[in-house]
């Protein structure tokens, strides 16, 4: 059964109507049917102007056209929504403009699916990438508002949890500022993951009413529908050939409803494209249940149907939220390879030649179910041989696996695929077939490996790996940091280097783009930067910062560039203060860790060094803490909502915070701040302002991160493990500019080994803070008791006692260091300078030559070339 789609024809005059595959065959249809209509297509084609006063005047109409409001009756929301607006006006220009000459070329397009785009604000990055900030602020102000006021205003868009969804929306950013012709696509989630809040400490969950509001940065595209199907069953025929072929019936269709998100390039007129899928019932409202009094049922259809939609990674700790989220997978990827094919069919090229026009990256293993769709339209759709389409499926897709832990490895039961998707089931399991039949003519003798390698796990009841399957369906497996990619190889996918060769396994350590991370967060800084280089080209060629080096002993710059972490300091001190309560010591070390809250990232190590550092104090003299750097210790980050440890540290870190805050006695020397409902704009303020940020993940878990990143390019120095890419940005800033600490990753089993079988001690120092937590100083000690047993009987698999001694250690060298504060500046600049390698420009180029094989578009030639050519 195909997805059907409504929309796909482009209407032009009122009694024509016809699908055009470019820009120039548009404009010639129009002069044929109605000449005087090209003028006037020409006429008004012409986008207003850039200029202050253009911009006040699509201001203005847009206050009272759009939001239908007077000159008495607007406040800053209305000044932001006004301004959105007329944003969007250039924006969308741009994005036809763009459209336009991908049509005309029929260049290779990447497509990139990811669960998550963490984009965050948008108007702030839009005016800059589109070089009107400065203008529109002007303008702005004129008109009676602050921008700084109007910036304020907007919601976070709630499409993402963490460091993937941030990662996508980074390499949207440098796939349209480097002129890659490329599409996103996503789920259009109605409440996001969740807004967190605190009562008495502990995490509380509320829905993110984030849509409530007019978003001006979608483009909804209701002709745009697919109907996606679950359940029915599978029938067999024979066709006219004598090939024994499927067919897919399936139960009442869901629409999946496209929504638009252009996504402008800097220092270019690229604009590319995020589809967001949402879910519709093709059924809204069924009026016989509803005269017959059963409400409910009436609207049960429409509710099933945008459940699908409604919330981000629903929770999987039962059955009906393994189902929706399995759901939530497969009508993300129906509907995008159903738009894919049907943009690829426009170009009439043959299928055969889908490779050569279509690159689809899975980014992580959320996407793989795209692997067996595309392979049933080829196979039940198009009628390919399995062969020759599963030589298209291969050639087109690859996959960024994110993770090396066991655990996050993504299996669904083979009962529930059978029910939801029966016909995919039955292409996995002859996926599964070949494959091993492939494996056995190469090692006819170890059936071990056959049950290694295998799709399905062969337990009660059977799981589909899809690890496996995104490896054996990809024709490029990466990893994202260099110990990652090592660590995949020889750990959880050695047995497929084995069979398939090192060449398919690469490395492409992940990125950020510096125009959010730099320019948007920290406008002080790339201002200096600017000034300093002599112009904005380190925006789009991170390496230039480089030049920075020769001038880490000049008395001036270092005192100017001290004067910007100050002010960013004080900025968050501000912000806490609002959000929290807390007033803290802006002069004090800033010490930073914000990212999702889990066992692995050790934020329990840390409140536990805290608690360590606050015992020490209790115990100095008044002229001992006069001596010691005082230390405001920053956490922020999200528990799943079904993960009880982690919110049991969210706990824990807000009792001691309690405390600490608390005591007089130790003279401001000491400060806890849990900074709620972290998010992409609060870490906009959070990270420009960090002295020492932490990474320090146990040796071998993190498979990169990119905050170590984010926090480096603004001058933050960090306190991490020898994990993820902390070791990259440890060779590219030196020894002399990072803190690290802890066991190797090569050492971790062989601890894990020795807490498990021979009783290993407890390192003292920690024993010590645990008895403190145990004696009810941080409240009700059995609150704690289920955190304390993953370090006794739960032999302390994250490794914390065994690198408690050395983080304690390197704390110490943190506070020495600090006190030197003309060399800290020097480090604070060099760590700066020395980011070049970590933009997502570079990882997309890397991307775009060894995997994807695609070549830029700049959006401007190609329009130029074209209008002379039609003139």
Request: hydrophobic share 40%; net charge neutral.
């Amino acid at each position: 059964m195909s997805a059907a789609i409504v929309g796909s024809d482009v209407p032009i005059g009122p009694h024509h109507k016809r699908t055009f595959t470019g820009f120039r065959d548009l404009k010639k249809e129009i002069a044929k049917w109605n000449p005087k209509a090209l003028d006037l297509w020409e006429k008004f084609a012409v986008p207003e102007n850039d200029d202050k006063e253009s911009f006040q005047s699509s201001f203005v109409r847009h206050v009272t056209s759009t939001l239908a409001r007077s000159v008495y009756n607007i406040d800053n929301f209305s000044a932001y929504q006004a301004t959105a607006h007329t944003v969007r006006d250039r924006l969308i220009k741009r994005w036809n403009d763009t459209q336009q000459a991908h049509a005309e070329v029929g260049p290779k397009r990447v497509y990139y699916l990811s669960l998550e785009f963490l984009l965050g604000r948008s108007l702030d990055n839009a005016l800059l990438n589109l070089g009107l900030k400065e203008s529109y602020g002007e303008g702005v102000e004129d008109l009676g508002f602050r921008m700084e006021d109007v910036l304020d205003q907007e919601v976070d868009a709630a499409l993402g949890n963490g460091g993937l969804g941030r990662l996508a929306a980074c390499y949207m950013d440098s796939l349209a500022t480097l002129d890659y012709p490329a599409w996103g696509y996503g789920l259009r989630y109605t409440y996001g993951i969740f807004q967190q809040r605190l009562n008495d400490g502990f995490q509380v969950e509320f829905p993110d009413y984030w849509l409530n509001f007019d978003n001006p940065w979608e483009l909804p595209r209701l002709d745009v529908v697919i109907d996606i199907y679950f359940g029915g069953s599978v029938s067999k025929y024979t066709d006219n050939n004598g090939r024994v072929r499927a067919i897919w019936e399936g139960g009442e269709p869901i629409q999946a409803v496209a929504y638009d998100v252009p996504i402008p390039g800097y220092g270019t007129k690229n604009c590319i494209n995020i589809r967001l899928w949402s879910s519709k019932p093709k059924r809204k409202f069924d009026l016989k249940h509803f005269n017959e009094g059963q409400y409910e049922k009436a609207v049960q259809a429409q509710m099933e149907a945008e459940n699908i939609t409604a919330v981000l990674y629903p929770n999987d700790n039962h059955m009906v939220g393994k189902e929706l989220r399995l759901k939530q997978q497969y009508f993300w990827v129906a509907a995008s390879l159903a738009d894919i094919v049907r943009r690829f069919k426009k170009s009439e090229k043959p299928i055969s030649d889908f490779p050569k026009q279509v690159a689809i990256q899975l980014n992580d293993t959320h996407p793989t179910l795209a692997i067996v769709e595309l392979q049933r339209i080829l196979v039940d759709v198009e009628g390919l041989e399995w062969d020759d389409a599963w030589d298209i499926v291969t050639d087109t897709f690859a996959f960024t696996n994110h993770t090396i832990l066991p655990e996050a490895m993504e299996k669904w039961p083979v009962p529930v695929l059978t029910y939801l998707l029966p016909r995919h089931m039955q292409i996995i399991f002859d996926i599964n077939l070949f494959f091993l039949q492939s494996v056995e003519k190469k090692y006819p003798d170890d059936r071990d490996l056959l049950a290694r390698l295998s799709i399905i796990e062969e337990s009660s009841p059977q799981f589909v790996r899809m690890a496996h399957l995104a490896i054996v369906g990809s024709h490029r497996v990466n990893g994202v940091a260099e110990l990652h990619s090592n660590l995949i190889k020889t750990t959880i996918f050695k047995d497929f280097v084995k069979f398939f060769g090192q060449e398919k396994f690469q490395n492409k350590t992940n990125g950020i783009t510096p125009r959010r991370w730099l320019h948007q967060a920290n406008p002080k800084l790339s201002d200096l930067i600017t000034e300093k280089l002599g112009n904005k080209d380190w925006l789009k060629d991170l390496f230039k910062l480089k030049q920075l080096e020769k001038y880490v002993d000049d008395p001036d710059f270092k005192k100017r560039w001290v004067a910007v972490k100050g002010s960013n300091k004080a900025r968050l001190a501000d912000y806490i203060k609002k959000q929290t309560g807390i007033s803290v010591n802006s002069n004090a070390l800033f010490d930073i860790q914000v990212k999702r809250i889990h066992e692995y990232k050790r934020q329990f190590m840390n409140i536990l060094s805290v608690i360590h550092r606050y015992n020490l104090l209790k115990k100095m003299t008044p002229k001992q803490r006069k001596e010691t750097v005082p230390r405001v210790v920053i956490f922020g980050g999200k528990a799943a909502p079904g993960y009880y440890i982690a919110k049991l540290v969210i706990k824990l870190i807000n009792s001691v915070a309690d405390v600490v805050n608390k005591d007089l006695s130790i003279e401001d020397t000491l400060k806890v701040v849990f900074i709620p409902d972290y998010n992409v704009s609060v870490a906009e303020i959070i990270v420009p302002a960090s002295d020492i940020s932490q990474h320090i993940s146990t040796a071998g878990t993190e498979a990169s991160g990119t905050s170590n990143m984010k926090f480096v390019l603004n001058g933050g120095l960090i306190l991490g493990t020898v994990d993820g890419a902390n070791i990259e940005i440890h060779e590219e800033i030196g020894d002399e500019n990072i803190f690290m600490f802890g066991n190797l990753a090569d050492k971790v089993e062989d601890l894990r080994h020795a807490h498990r079988y021979r009783n290993k001690q407890m390192d003292p120092a920690l024993k010590a803070v645990l008895d403190d937590i145990e004696s009810g100083h941080f409240g009700d000690p059995r609150i704690f008791v289920p955190l304390i047993n993953t370090l006794t009987i739960g032999k302390d698999y994250y490794l914390l006692s065994d690198d408690f001694g050395s983080y304690l250690r390197a704390q110490d060298m943190v506070d020495e260091a600090y006190k030197d504060k003309d060399e800290w500046a020097k480090k604070s600049i060099l760590c700066t300078a020395r980011m070049g390698k970590f933009s997502s420009d570079r990882a997309i180029k890397e991307y775009a030559e060894s995997i994807w094989n695609v070549e830029p578009i700049p959006v401007e030639e190609v329009r130029e070339h074209k209008l002379h050519e039609f003139s």
